[in-house]
């Protein structure tokens, strides 16, 4: 079973992760490269600060902050690099589902499977994004450390309510379930110092493409999983 388990996994990931990547190379990365004019003509204006002001004529659309760090170029090797890292995320998540699906002892099929997936986009996409929406580069976020610790708390507790709400055996259960799903959301987190470089459209139009990729994402790869350990379980 462990061997059928990774395989759902590596196919479920497989797709879920392309099929991200088609999103991404037609609406996200557009978006990043123009955020990344506004963010390099910053970097290299004598005053350091161009909020507001269009990208410099001439200037290459690449997310270089002077400091030596390696990124992939664009073109086929970002594409390359983009995909490699979506298949495994949706690896690892496809993981997690099957987990779920062993652990919950009921049938599962593309059906409910989508149902599953869902539930996975609400828990590691929509709650933590409501809290820290998606952001350009150059955008005025908090620190990135504070950032990942929310992320993981919001998201867990999110899981666990799901769980708890879906499974939970006495009304009790259910109660802190939808506790541990609404109390995360009524936290308030340090907002990032300063203005972000993107313009605000910019960076409102990033978020609803990212939370909609992530919805595509975890939809595909709840389908593909639940249809794959369907026919396992037949």
Do not use: C
Request: net charge negative; aromatic share 8%.
């Amino acid at each position: 079973m462990i061997l059928r388990a990774l395989l759902i996994a590596v196919i479920a990931g497989a797709v879920a992760g392309l099929a991200v990547t088609l999103l991404q190379s037609y609406k996200l990365t557009p978006l990043i490269h123009e955020a990344e004019t506004f963010e390099h003509a910053a970097s290299t204006s004598p005053a350091g600060d161009t909020h507001g002001a269009e990208p410099a004529a001439g200037v290459a659309a690449e997310h270089d902050h002077g400091d030596g760090a390696w990124a992939p170029a664009d073109g086929i090797e970002r594409v390359g690099f983009t995909s490699l890292a979506n298949i495994l995320t949706g690896i690892g998540f496809a993981l997690l589902l099957v987990a779920g699906f062993i652990l919950s002892g009921r049938p599962v099929r593309a059906s409910n499977g989508l149902l599953w997936g869902m539930a996975g986009f609400a828990a590691f996409v929509l709650a933590p994004a409501l809290q820290m929406p998606p952001e350009l580069p150059g955008a005025a976020a908090i620190d990135v450390s504070l950032r990942q610790m929310a992320w993981l708390g919001i998201a867990v507790a999110t899981a666990g309510g799901i769980a708890l709400i879906a499974f939970g055996a006495r009304p009790w259960l259910k109660a802190v379930g939808v506790a541990a799903i609404v109390l995360p959301q009524l936290l308030s987190l340090p907002l990032g110092d300063g203005i972000g470089l993107a313009p605000p459209e910019l960076a409102a139009e990033f978020a609803i493409l990212s939370v909609a990729g992530g919805a595509i994402f975890w939809a595909v790869l709840g389908s593909v999983a639940g249809y794959l350990y369907g026919r396992v379980q037949a």
